[in-house]
């Protein structure tokens, strides 16, 4: 069966410039979930999807970053005037429900450089 | 702020060596997950633990959960270099959020 999907799985942008990063989450998961990872390092939660409830957007680390989530299924987040900050892989997860103890399933994420 | 400190942060050894990760914590949780990540991929689940004092077996792996469920542990036996990857732990709060460990990174030499 097909897994968490992600694209690109690498993006180069130039600074100022905006970035769009797709996520396709496993079919019928209900709760969807955006990470950054720096290089080698723990995961720093970003935004949450749970079905039509709003998102808890809690994580963003600034009005510069955005994401939705259409039809329950696809989800974007878009960067808007990237800094070289913002380089970092950003992994997409999602689950069958929304509670913290079911199991998340990673998308293989998107490199982004910002130059 | 609820936070989940891991030890080591690296970790060298040779392949057949066994070795222990921590992960800690001042608050209690649910739940704890373990997940690897190797590099290109995102996180897999290795085993959720939710009982205080409960141990898990993973053929070679062994994941502890504290008694009072702030804390946990992973023991490798005889590692191989197929053990080599980023681990991760991550407690589940009251609600739908994750806490994540920043993770130890094993490299096993054969």
């Known amino acids: 069966g097909a897994g968490v999907s992600q694209s690109p799985s690498n993006k180069v942008t130039e600074k100022g410039k905006d970035v769009e990063l797709r996520c396709d989450p496993i079919s019928g998961h209900t709760a969807l979930y955006w990470y950054r990872q720096s290089l080698g390092q723990g995961l720093e939660f970003l935004i949450y999807?749970?079905?039509?409830?709003?998102?808890?957007k809690s994580g963003l680390p600034s009005d510069r970053f955005s994401a939705e989530r259409t039809g329950g299924s696809v989800s974007t987040l878009t960067i808007q005037r990237t800094q070289q900050e913002d380089s970092a892989v950003y992994l997409c997860?999602?689950?069958?429900?929304?509670?913290?103890?079911?199991?998340?399933?990673f998308g293989p994420g998107t490199r982004l450089t910002v130059t | 702020t609820q936070l989940l400190e891991q030890s080591p942060q690296f970790l060298s050894i040779q392949e057949g060596e066994n070795l222990t990760v921590y992960c800690n914590s001042s608050s209690v949780f649910s739940s704890l997950q373990w997940y690897r990540q190797e590099p290109g991929e995102g996180p897999v689940l290795l085993v959720t633990?939710?009982?205080g004092g409960e141990v898990k077996k993973l053929k070679r792996l062994t994941f502890q959960f504290g008694d009072a469920r702030k804390d946990s542990s992973l023991h490798i036996t005889a590692a191989q270099p197929g053990d080599t990857g980023l681990y991760l732990c991550a407690g589940a709060d009251s609600n739908y959020q994750l806490i994540w460990g920043a993770g130890t990174k094993l490299i096993i030499k054969p």
């Open positions: 999807f749970q079905g039509n409830s709003a998102p808890d």
């Open positions: 633990v939710v009982t």
């Open positions: 997860a999602s689950s069958l429900m929304g509670y913290s103890s079911y199991e998340q399933y």
